[in-house]
């Protein structure tokens, strides 16, 4: 059995919260520098490079990449060999988020209850997601949402019937109702399969992958390429502007289901599709 | 084509404007998002007035992040500016010249905005610490417990914005969308 005091999960959540407001993965980095080469649209061009330099003035004058810093998602993997002490590991995550968005000058843009909409004024609650693991290891990924693209977020409940093709209409439909709304150019977090909940946790997790790689099902990995190359035919573009970069990636997970239904649930991200993840 | 204008808005400045051109923005403008909205829509139905004048003003659709020591503003991109749709016509009657955000518009905003030949521009979405640099100053004017959500007065220098629907209700995004789609 492997000790971890919450502490030490506080702190580290803390400092994740900020990290992930102000760098983005390298993998964003890249996907936007090859968008900027392939881009048609002199404007959309224009916008891409301005993506850019708002990077580096992020990185470098420590002022988040995004007004919108997001509703802090949480994903912990536990080894079920750790015991935590020192406190409740959930009342530490929270308090994580709050250091983080209070100390890291991070927006709360937190309501404590959905329709009274009273600011929490220190965005928490976190939404938190446990999955046990093997092991005496824990690993925490912040993905801090903001709520532009998360708005045209959808979940669809498919019939078996309506096969990958249908699959492929909600997807692309869920990209083209988005429009200028989800600041493109997206990441397309799908999930497909499950239940209801299931599916749209899915989505949630296939926007922590990294873009450019792919599924290890061949049939989804082909899905993937496929609908990222049709997304960007739309004509959508860099900010809705118009242009032929409208998504820099399409992550799709799978999980099986019931024989009665094909769930589908499409998690939009703007590029700033924001995580960091740490091992203890 | 790049414009330079000043703000609060000259009509006749913004009669030159398309769908379609950049342009630069310079002068004063008013933050306000949707419980800035939703508090003044209710304060004018009870009779009470706007908390600042509106006319030939313009409303960015913006909640900053906090300012670090010795800045005027942090992070300050645009938001979705379809929340706020329900009362823009309203606001635009009133004598609300010009909008800033991002993303589609309903057609009665659009109408509104042929109307009284205003103006709605799109700033770049996710691109809040590049925007900021164009901010000089910031003050909350009203509604301070709305936190991030209050309405500010900010004074801006060049800041960079795209004509999306312009006085005759040409629209940008159903324009450049058609140009470059291939399916």
Redesign the interface.
């Known amino acids: 059995m492997r000790k971890i005091q919450v502490s030490e999960i506080t702190e580290n959540i803390k400092e994740m919260c900020i990290e992930a407001n102000h760098f983005l993965t390298k993998d964003v980095d890249k996907a936007l520098k090859a968008a900027c080469d392939t881009e048609k649209s002199p404007l959309g061009k224009q916008v891409l490079t301005q993506l850019q330099e708002n990077l580096a003035i992020a990185g470098e004058d420590m002022i988040p990449i995004c007004q919108d810093t997001g509703m802090a998602v949480i994903f912990m993997e536990i080894g079920q060999e750790v015991h935590f002490e020192g406190g409740l590991l959930e009342d530490a995550i929270h308090e994580g988020v709050r250091k983080g968005y209070v100390e890291g000058f991070l927006r709360k843009s937190v309501v404590k209850d959905p329709l009274i909409r009273e600011n929490t004024k220190d965005n928490t609650p976190a939404i938190i997601h446990y999955r046990m693991t093997a092991g005496d290891k824990v690993k925490i990924t912040v993905a801090p949402k903001g709520f532009g693209s998360e708005n045209m977020s959808r979940v669809f409940m498919l019939k078996p019937a309506d096969g990958i093709e249908g699959v492929k209409n909600a997807i692309l439909t869920a990209v083209e109702d988005a429009g200028p709304n989800a600041c493109p150019p997206m990441v397309i977090g799908v999930g497909i399969g499950g239940t209801f909940e299931k599916c749209a946790l899915m989505a949630k997790e296939a926007l922590t992958r990294d873009l450019g790689t792919h599924s290890s099902i061949s049939y989804v990995k082909e899905m993937e390429e496929e609908l990222l190359s049709t997304i960007n035919k739309t004509g959508i573009g860099p900010g809705g502007l118009g242009g032929t970069t409208t998504a820099l990636a399409v992550n799709i997970n799978t999980y099986p289901t019931h024989i009665a239904g094909l769930p589908v649930a499409v998690n939009i991200c703007c590029h700033v599709n924001r995580h960091a993840t740490r091992e203890l | 084509m790049n414009k330079h204008i000043k703000a609060p808005f000259v009509q006749e400045e913004i009669n030159t404007l398309k769908a379609?051109d950049?342009v630069y923005i310079s002068g004063t403008i008013y933050t306000a998002r949707d419980?800035a909205h939703k508090r003044m829509y209710e304060g004018l139905e009870r009779g009470e007035n706007l908390p600042f004048d509106i006319k030939n003003n313009v409303i960015y659709y913006?909640?900053?992040?906090?300012?670090?020591e010795g800045?005027a503003i942090?992070?300050?991109?645009p938001?979705?500016a379809?929340r706020m749709d329900k009362y823009a016509p309203k606001l635009m009657d009133m004598g609300l010249k010009g909008m800033i955000g991002?993303?589609?518009r309903s057609q009665e905003v659009k109408d509104s905005i042929m109307r009284n030949k205003g103006i709605y521009l799109?700033a770049?979405?996710?691109?809040?610490?590049?925007?900021?640099?164009s901010i000089q100053s910031s003050e909350v004017i009203a509604y301070d417990d709305?936190?991030?959500?209050a309405i500010r007065r900010l004074e801006v220098k060049d800041f960079?914005a795209?004509v999306v629907i312009d006085k005759e209700g040409n629209n940008?995004?159903e324009?450049?969308?058609?140009?470059?789609?291939?399916?």
């Open positions: 379609g950049y419980a913006m909640g900053p992040s906090p300012a670090r800045r942090g992070s300050a991109g938001t979705t379809s991002k993303g589609k799109a770049v979405g996710g691109a809040g610490a590049l925007l900021s640099k709305l936190g991030t959500e960079p795209i940008l995004y324009m450049a969308v058609k140009e470059y789609r291939t399916i």
